[in-house]
């Protein structure tokens, strides 16, 4: 079987399958680009990876996890790795790093009244300090080449294992961010296939290649979880005052459970210690 995908304005095909092919000569577990062609924006036929994808099986799997967030976690970096030489240069980097964070701030603005919202009750001076010091790790994170259209719809499952797929961009971003946002189902619920044993896995791989320790690389990782649950909330209580995107408002038109689903996803364990850690045991 193949997949065929046609590009659009904006995306051609040619520098996605470019793309896939300098993955696949570091084996990367992405598809194996068939043929591509046409004129711009074009066409392009890739191995079909398999008939699920995490967010599907979050459906269907009661505690999503089954080891699929460290095979998730080694995708990830070893895409990483395998982009890195295209992403050096310095005066870039640092563009993209204050990008990201002025496309953050708004977010993490509204984000301890939705973290309000979701435990019913004010944070306390001493945790919406935690949280400030939760923000600052997550905004340490220096930002790498990858994927821009990452979610758990791009990651695959089939019989030869996992694969990520869609490249149509890529640029800086923060690499746990990516983990966390691969990770994290959203179709008919919220789960999450990062656990304690995943970002474990994740941080030691990185550090390895990383100039920093692997605990660091594991507090960050669950700061950006941490972060995009407070996210999800802030979005989730928008769709509960009716004032979502009609999209939105169809696919999340079940608050209550989804409400319950952040809580559970908020106040897990990922670390031993660590700022995100300090701040979900606040609220346990």
Same mark, same amino acid.
């Given at each position: 079987?193949? +997949?065929?995908?046609f ?27 068939? #043929?591509?062609?046409? #004129? ?22 009661? !505690? ?9 976690a ?13 992403? %050096?240069? *310095? ?7 204050? +990008? ?29 300090? =935690? ?21 758990? *719809? ?23 961010r ?6 994290? =189902?959203? !179709?008919?619920?919220?789960?999450? =296939?990062?656990?304690?044993g995943?970002?474990?896995?994740y ?36 769709? %509960?005052?009716? $004032? ?9 038109? %079940?608050?209550?459970p989804? $409400? ?20 979900? !045991?606040?609220? *346990?």
């Amino acid at each position: 079987m193949l +997949a065929l995908k046609f590009g659009v304005e904006g995306q051609p095909t040619a520098k996605e399958a470019s793309i896939l092919r300098w993955l696949e000569r570091s084996t990367c577990p992405t598809p194996h680009v068939i #043929a591509s062609g046409g #004129a711009a924006p074009g066409w392009m036929a890739t191995e079909w990876c398999g008939d699920a994808t995490l967010d599907d099986l979050a459906a269907c799997v009661t !505690g999503l996890g089954f080891g699929m967030g460290q095979e998730l976690a080694a995708a990830l970096l070893s895409v990483e790795k395998a982009l890195a030489p295209l992403g %050096d240069a *310095r005066k870039a980097r640092e563009h993209a790093s204050a +990008a990201l964070r002025a496309q953050f701030t708004p977010w993490l603005e509204e984000a301890p009244h939705a973290i309000s919202w979701l435990l019913n009750r004010p944070l306390s001076e001493q945790e919406t300090q =935690a949280f400030t010091t939760v923000v600052n790790s997550a905004l340490s994170c220096e930002p790498v080449t990858g994927s821009l259209d990452y979610h758990a *719809r791009n990651v695959v499952t089939g019989t030869d294992g996992m694969h990520l797929v869609d490249f149509p961009t890529v640029g800086f971003d923060w690499s746990e961010r990516r983990l966390a946002q691969y990770a994290l =189902a959203t !179709g008919k619920g919220f789960a999450s =296939a990062l656990d304690e044993g995943a970002v474990v896995s994740y941080a030691v791989s990185a550090a390895s290649f990383r100039s920093i320790a692997p605990q660091e690389v594991a507090h960050r990782a669950d700061a950006h979880d941490l972060l995009l649950i407070a996210t999800a909330a802030v979005q989730l209580q928008i769709v %509960d005052g009716g $004032r979502a995107h009609p999209e939105r408002a169809a696919a999340w038109h %079940d608050v209550l459970p989804r $409400r319950k689903q952040l809580r559970s996803l908020l106040t897990r364990r990922l670390t031993q210690d660590g700022p995100a850690e300090a701040f979900r !045991g606040q609220l *346990r």
